[in-house]
């Protein structure tokens, strides 16, 4: 079986990419990742909001009183984080036969951009800009968090040349069209849906808030499964599936839908790095059983534009299913 997929213009020999985690943030693991069969990889995340936090610590920390030291201080910090995900990038690269992602995941278009430009001088193949917007300031409109995608995209995109990829919330009014125009832009070769947030939860007993459901299930396929069919055909930039994809099953469903490759983490913690060869083999035996030699042969055949009963991917009431229940 043809098992290969060209994902933001990079040949994968398979659709696995294993996503930004604690999985690939060294060369030890992510070798372990490529022997196993990934067919890519999302570094760790460089986090902008953590660098700007330490920068934050390390001035309060300084008792100097000098200007100067401050200034000092924020360009260390940023360029010892910046250096150490430079050698991960560098080593990963020398390491595997894959193809190595950088990720940058960001809150502003502001300082950061500058980091992008040493990304691909350092070999990264693409970037993955994972922009974690929760709308929940209720000054902000939502025409005003969206352009943030659109400041962003279009700033690295000065910076680059590498292919980029947007990780992105499910979190809009006008989805499809706000992704259609991100895609319109120009500015990025594919969209990761979705990223996945925190889950806060609270302790009773404790008075504390906690965090929910760490790694995700397969049930939370639904969300991503959803919007990879009803754009599949619609979007001119690859799409990739994120969150709930756990076994070969997932994978074969997101590929019906439309996706050019899936991102699978969790999955990864809970079953090993062998798990991927689990994974392709039930693909391979699927796609033997239903006569399909490579991956275009079935991608999209269940997307919105090609079923016949595109109204599945819209309802969003159960009433056809329980309206018999008491």
Known sequence: MDLTTTYLGLKLKNPIIIGSSGLTKSVEKIKELADNGAGAVVLKSLFEEQILAEVSRNIYEDQSGYTDAYEYISEYTKEHNIDKYLDLIKKSKEAVDIPVIASINCISDNEWMSFAKKFEDAG???LEINVSMLPADDNRSGEENEKIYFDIIEKVRKE????????MSHYSAGLSNLIKKICWTKNVNGIVLFNRYYSPDIDIDNFKITSSNIFSSSEEISISLR????LSGKVECDLAASTGVHDGEGVIKQILAGATAVQIVSAIYKNGSNHILSILEFIEHWMSKNNFSKLDDFRGKMSYEKIDNPAAFER???MKYFAGIK
């Open 124 to 126: 990264a193949d693409a």
């Open 160 to 167: 680059v040349n590498i292919p980029i990829s947007l990780k």
């Open 227 to 230: 919007w990879i069919a009803l």
């Open 316 to 318: 969003v009431q159960f």
